[in-house]
């Protein structure tokens, strides 16, 4: 009888394990306001992207080798321009878009705007920029 117990008690929680996944979050809304990206840089939107943070631009020229443009995650992989340019156009615009720098050096870099987390890599003739979120977004 107590082995009963058991695989009862087993097949159970096996059930409750093998539940239906919880369906994704849906994506946010996309947002009306339209901003500027600053002299010499281009708006994600512009270069195709629906999701990421408003405003949000990189260097006028990239040439985008491969992308990803989820709700909670946006990246440009790149072969132009350099690693270098695309750190020096941040640098200088990244306040201006709504980012701080967390971190700066060897080719790579670090960012938040406290909703999207940001994240510049080089090494050769390849960068990438990756945006990402875990958030919801609220009201």
Same mark, same amino acid.
């Given at each position: 009888m107590h082995r009963i117990g058991i695989a009862l008690v087993a097949a159970l929680a /096996?059930?409750?394990?093998?539940?239906? #996944?919880?369906?994704? !979050?849906?994506?946010?809304? #996309?947002? =009306?306001? =339209?901003?500027?990206? !600053?002299? &010499?840089?281009?708006l994600l939107s512009d270069l195709g992207y629906q999701n990421g943070p408003q405003g949000f631009s990189v260097p006028n020229g990239t040439e985008i080798t491969d992308r990803i443009d989820s709700y909670n995650n946006v990246t440009l992989i790149f072969t132009a321009p350099s690693g270098e340019d695309v750190a020096q156009y941040l640098r200088a615009n990244l306040t201006t878009m &709504?980012?701080?720098?967390?971190?700066?050096?060897?080719?790579?870099? /670090?960012?938040?705007?406290?909703?999207?987390?940001?994240? /510049?890599?080089?090494? &050769?003739? /390849?960068?990438?920029?990756?945006l990402r979120t875990d958030r919801e977004v609220t009201g």
């Open positions: /096996l059930a409750g394990c093998s539940a239906a #996944p919880a369906s994704p !979050p849906e994506p946010p809304a #996309p947002s =009306v306001t =339209v901003t500027a990206a !600053p002299d &010499g840089g281009v &709504g980012f701080e720098i967390t971190a700066d050096d060897n080719g790579s870099m /670090l960012f938040t705007n406290g909703h999207w987390q940001g994240a /510049l890599t080089s090494t &050769g003739g /390849l960068a990438a920029v990756s």
